[in-house]
């Protein structure tokens, strides 16, 4: 019998919670027999035990504010598990071709994990994710330096930026799907950015079969925004194995080309006949050992695509297949770029969930966003806001299994 796989939409803390339509408080459990009582207190664990995220290694307070982790389970039994520590999509449980649900993204079983070290397992990425050369914009005659946290560059915004911060969360029900609104606002200054910046962020696992995420912002001073998700994906087995045989289509004719610190040269070049031509379904590990000098440059792919798009709505640009699983992934978006890495990075530094030790190549990211360090490339698309604009970008990561 399955005492209580429940609506358990927020995994913790988990009182009081709906049982069979009583409300059974945690501490009321010792009236009932211990048996029952120990199946209701394990109900979370067995119904996410193939996530094996526990709420626990979750539950602390961090700068004042409250961090947990919280499940969204769609109607075909997907589930997403995030924390509002860095709006962080801790596990994203997906069927694969038989209807075997496995994780697809790479990261830590607990939150001090998180905060120990991570090459951003799938977190938000703001005020201005990527990178900004030297570190260095200016707006309105007045020149900003941001810390030069990579190379002497700006990456990802900063030493803490918006994946280290505690988000305000609320569960939020849409008729699309269940859903967590996280919202946080970034003072003046903060990281060296001009303006107060209010961000919220939703992320909705519709009932489609995909995680929806939609971010808006506003400021009270002109300021530089780009946000981004940084989910690291493996299709196959969550990243105990590579990525290289995942097959990617990117719709895009041009790429921007970078320098070696991976700030774009501001050329939008053709990728016909270069390793960067994803229009159609190529492995990704295929054409890796390029002598390609962006090939170099990137230590692989971590680049800047420019995607070929019909208007400024939400556009199918990428997808993802992994032929053993059958998972398929799409990606739409409202942005003009995608950066896609391939974890060349990752080095078998990082033990991940369930012990799994992340080695090379075994995650990939597809970062929807503006151009890199667009700040100093007018010609780029502009992530400029101004104060009485609104900021918004949708992205969308559909799942399905052929
Ligand atoms: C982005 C960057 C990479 C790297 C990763 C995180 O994808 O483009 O160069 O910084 O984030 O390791």
């Known amino acids: 019998m399955e005492l209580a796989v429940l609506d358990a939409t927020l995994l913790y803390p988990p009182t009081p919670r709906k049982v069979n339509a009583m409300t059974i408080p945690r501490d009321g459990l010792a009236v009932l027999g211990p048996a029952l009582a120990f199946a209701l207190l394990m109900s979370d664990y067995v119904s996410n035990s193939q996530a094996q995220i526990k709420p626990e290694a979750f539950h602390r307070t961090i700068d004042g504010s409250q961090v947990d982790v919280y499940m969204l389970k769609n109607a075909n039994g997907l589930e997403a598990t995030i ?9 994203l449980m997906v069927p694969d ?34 990178r900004i050369a030297k570190g260095r914009f200016t707006i309105d005659g007045v020149v900003y330096q941001l810390a030069q946290n990579n190379l002497g560059n700006a990456l990802h915004g900063g030493l803490k930026g918006f994946d280290k911060v505690v988000w305000q969360a609320e569960k939020v029900d849409s008729s699309d ?5 996280l919202t946080y606002t970034s003072k003046d200054g903060e990281e060296d950015y001009p303006g107060t ?13 995909e995680l929806k995420i939609e971010y808006s912002a506003e400021t009270d001073k002109p300021t530089f925004v780009n946000l981004t998700h940084h989910s690291y994906f493996n299709l196959k087995d969550g990243g105990a194995s590579d990525i290289l045989g995942h097959e990617l289509v990117i719709k895009a004719s041009r790429f921007t080309p970078v320098d070696k610190g991976l700030i774009p ?31 170099q440059f990137g230590t692989g792919y971590d680049h800047n695509w420019v995607l070929d798009r019909q208007g400024k709505d939400l556009e199918l640009v990428a997808s993802v297949y992994e032929p053993t699983s059958g998972r398929f992934m799409e990606v739409l978006t409202t942005e003009p770029g995608l950066q896609f890495y391939c974890g060349n990075f990752l080095n078998g530094t990082n033990k991940g969930k369930g012990g799994t030790v992340y080695q090379h190549r075994t ?16 010609d780029f698309p502009s992530t400029e806001l101004k104060p009485g604009e609104k900021y918004t970008q ?9």
């Open 83 to 91: 924390t509002n520590y860095g709006g962080i999509v801790v596990s």
């Open 97 to 130: 071709k038989n209807g075997k649900p496995g994780d697809v993204v790479l990261g830590y079983d607990t939150l001090n994990d998180y905060i120990g070290n991570t090459p951003y397992f799938g977190c938000l990425v703001g005020r201005y994710g990527n």
């Open 177 to 181: 799907g269940p859903a967590l609104k």
């Open 197 to 209: 910046l209010r961000c919220t962020v939703t992320y909705t696992l519709t009932n489609k079969n």
């Open 265 to 295: 040269t501001g050329e939008l070049r053709s990728v016909a006949g270069t390793p960067f031509d994803f229009n159609k379904p190529t492995a990704i590990g295929v054409r890796l050992a390029s002598e390609d000098e962006q090939m």
């Open 363 to 378: 995650g990939l990211c597809l970062e929807t966003q503006h151009f890199p360090d667009s700040p100093n490339h007018p």
């Open 394 to 402: 949708t992205t969308v990561y559909r799942f399905s299994a052929k």
